[in-house]
């Protein structure tokens, strides 16, 4: 059994660890460890960068298994020969983590301040350089259709989110009996997620709504943000 620990401490930098699974895929050796650091490429949320025992690896899921494994980050690098229940160290690069989570966090409040506006989410991307999130909306506000409209809503967007930055509003996660996990923005939001979070609003930092766009029915806002400093 494998334990997803990238859920349980986005800011857990390494743990030590034994192998429960060894394989290959298309001729490249992997490797899966009980206690899961490394949160693997998905919903919308980049893979974590890191190392096992030293060596650069790459986390990718594995539905057939069930299992986050970790292979080489690079196929000509040497790999040793794990053995199952083998004692291993696992580290991440905890500066890409926390961009990361800061930016799957923005996210989830930008969608909180669409819905505010009677839009429904209809995809994410939480990627450095490409964040956004879209929108489709049943009854269509006036405003979309003009530049200064949409420069309007903007606005509008950009004074919820800061103000629930401000407020510094708690960021948890719940599983319920089904096993579904779900984050809240304190009582502002919450929706189904299996990615990492800071752990309140106010760790957010230059979060910038700096566009608005609609094309093919959807509405698109493109943002930025960081982790502010722990120094």
């Known amino acids: 059994m494998q334990i997803r620990t990238y859920l349980d401490d986005t800011y857990a930098e390494q743990v030590d660890t034994r192998v429960i699974a060894t394989g290959h895929h298309e001729g490249r050796p992997w490797v899966a460890v009980e206690h899961c650091l490394f949160h693997p490429q998905g919903g919308g949320q980049p893979a974590d960068r890191g190392s096992l025992e030293d060596i650069e690896v790459v986390p990718v899921w594995d539905h057939r298994l069930g299992l986050v494994t970790v292979m080489s980050a690079s196929a000509s690098a040497g790999w040793p020969e794990f053995a199952k229940g083998q004692a291993v160290r696992a580290r991440i690069d905890l500066d890409a983590r926390m961009a990361h989570a800061a930016l ?55 004074k919820t989110v800061a103000a629930a930055i401000a407020e510094s509003l708690p960021v948890t996660a719940a599983v319920d009996e089904q096993g579904r996990r779900a984050v809240s923005l304190g009582s502002l939001h919450s929706a189904p997620c299996g990615g990492t979070h800071v752990r309140r609003l ?6 910038d709504l700096s566009t608005l766009k609609v094309k093919r029915g959807r509405i698109r806002v493109s943002y930025s943000a960081s982790h502010e400093s722990r120094s």
């Open 104 to 158: 799957h966090t923005a996210g989830h409040l930008i969608d909180a301040a669409g819905r505010a506006q009677g839009w429904e989410p209809a995809g994410s991307n939480h990627f450095p350089g490409q964040a956004r999130i879209e929108f489709t909306t049943p009854q269509v506000d006036p405003r979309l259709t003009e530049p200064e409209g949409r420069q309007e809503i903007l606005t509008e967007l950009r």
């Open 202 to 207: 106010g760790d957010l930092s230059d979060v």
